[in-house]
C-alpha cells in the first residue's frame, strides 16, 4: 500500500462505493459513491422519497443493500459475517431514530445503560454511573429514573441520542431526528446535536433543518431519486447550487 | 334445595377435594389444580418458544412449527385428547398414565393458542423496537429477551391469561379418558345419589368459577401494578396496554 494510500484509509471512517439498492423493481439506491472523513459532519438532505433514510439505514445495516461496498474504517460493512461480528459492527455506530424508539418498559436510565451492560459487558454500576453522566450532558440528569412515557419528544430524543452515545460510537446516524417533533423542541435536540459536532464527533444526518445544515454541516449530500446529485460544503450549496434539482428543491423550501 | 348443597358437601366434600386418595390416586379438585399449574406453567414457555420460531428466519424451524400450530388449532381438543389416549401406547407399547396424557395434550394445544397470542403481541410492537435494539448490537435473542418479549408479553397479559383459564377449564376434559380430577369426583358423587345432578353440578361449576376469577383476579392486580410503574406509558406499546383488562374466553 502506498503512503498515500495509508493517509486517506486513515482520514476517511465511511467509504461508500457503487452502492445499489432496490424494493423488487424499482429501484431505491442508484450507484451511490460517497465517502465521510473522520470528524466529518455530513448532511443528507432531499425531497421525501427520494432515498436518504434508506441510505443512511444502509450504513449500520438496518437495511440491505443489491451490490457495492459500505466500508467503517476499512471493514466491509455487507460483507457476509457471523451475526456475532455484525452486532459488534453495529454497536461502533450510533444511531439516532426519527421515532425515538426508547425502551417503554425501562427507565431512562436504564435505556441508556442497558446495551453496555448486555452487549459490552460493562458492570452495571459502571454503566449506570456513566448513563447519569450522559444524561447530564443531554441536560436530562434529573429524569435518570423518569419513564419514556414521561417524557416530552425532545427529551425523549436527547435521551435516545445519550442512549447511543452509551456505546462510544466513533460514528453518529441521523435519521431525521427532529421531524416527529414539535417546533418549540427542536431547538434543544440541535444543541446536543450541535456540541457533538464541535467535540470532533463524525455525523451523518438526514435532516430537513436547513439552518442547522449551514451551521453545522462541513458538506451536504443533496440526493434525488436514489442518486447523490451534489455534493458541496453549505455556503456552496445554499448560495449557488449547481444541480437544477437542487435549486429547484431549495427554491421550494423559501415558498 | 340449598340445604341438598349444603348436604351433598357435608358427605362428599373430602370426595371432591382429593379423589380416593390415599386408598387410590390423586383426585379431586387437589389433582384439577396440579394439572392446570403444570400445563400453565409448561405450556407458557412452549408457547413462546413455538411463537419465536415461527417468527424465526430459518423455514427448516419456522414451516413445520406453523404446520403444528395451525392442525394443533384446527382440531377439537377433545379429538387431541383420544388420539393421544389411544394412538401413543399403540405405536409405543408404553402404559402411559391418563394424566400424563393429559397434561402432555394440553401443553401442546394451550401452548399452540397462546404462541398465536405470544406472536400477536411481537408482531404489534412494530420493527422500531427491533430497529433500535439492532442498531445498538444486540443479537436477536438478547434483543427478543431484554427489549421484546418484557412489552410484547405485558401488553397480552388480557390475551395470555384468558387462555390460562380455557387451559383450566379444559382440564375438565381429562374425565372422557379418566383421569381423576374435579369433574370426575364430581361424577362419581352423581353416580352415587343418582337423584341431584343440577346441585352436584352447581357445585362443580361454582368451584371453577371460583378458580377462575381468581386467576383474573390476581391478573388484574399484576398488570395494574406494572401499568402504575410505568405511569404515563406511550409510544406503540400503549394501544394495546391501555385496553382495559376485561378477559374475553376465545374458546369458549
Known sequence: MSTSAAWTQQLQTIHLSDVCKSYGDYPVLKNIDAEVARGEVVVICG????????????????????SGSITLDGQNIHAAMRTRELNLLRSRIGFVFQNFNLFPHLSVVENVAMSPIRVKGVAANVAHEKALKLLDRVGLADKARAYPGQLSGGQQQRVAIARALAMEPPVMLFDEPTSALDPEMVGEVLAVMKSLASEGMTMICVTHEMGFARDVADRIWFIDAGQILETAPPDEFFKTPRHPRAQRFLADLRH | MINDVIAIIQDYWLLL??????NGPLGGLANTLILSALSIMLAFPVAIL????????????????TALVYITRGVPLLML??????????????????????????????????????RAGIVALGSGQMDAARALGHSSLGAMRFIILPQALYNMIPSIISTFVSTIKDTTLGYV????????AASQVNNQLLTQPFQVFLILAVVYYAICWSLTHVANIVERRITRRRAGLSGGAAPVALVPAKIISEQL
Do not use: C, H
Open chain 2, 50 to 65: 413455538l411463537a419465536l420460531a415461527r417468527l424465526s428466519k430459518w423455514r427448516l424451524l419456522r414451516w413445520p412449527v
Open chain 2, 17 to 22: 377435594l382429593i379423589g380416593q386418595y390415599p
Open chain 2, 177 to 184: 379418558i379418566n383421569v381423576p380430577d374435579l369433574t370426575f
Open chain 2, 81 to 118: 385428547i383420544l388420539w393421544s389416549y389411544f394412538l401413543v401406547p399403540l405405536w409405543t407399547g408404553a402404559d402411559v398414565p391418563s394424566f400424563v396424557t393429559m397434561l402432555t395434550t394440553l401443553v401442546v394445544y394451550q401452548g399452540a393458542f397462546l404462541s398465536e397470542v405470544v
Open chain 1, 47 to 66: 425531497p421525501s422519497g427520494s432515498g436518504k433514510s434508506t441510505l443512511i439505514r444502509t450504513i449500520n445495516r438496518l437495511e440491505e443493500i443489491n
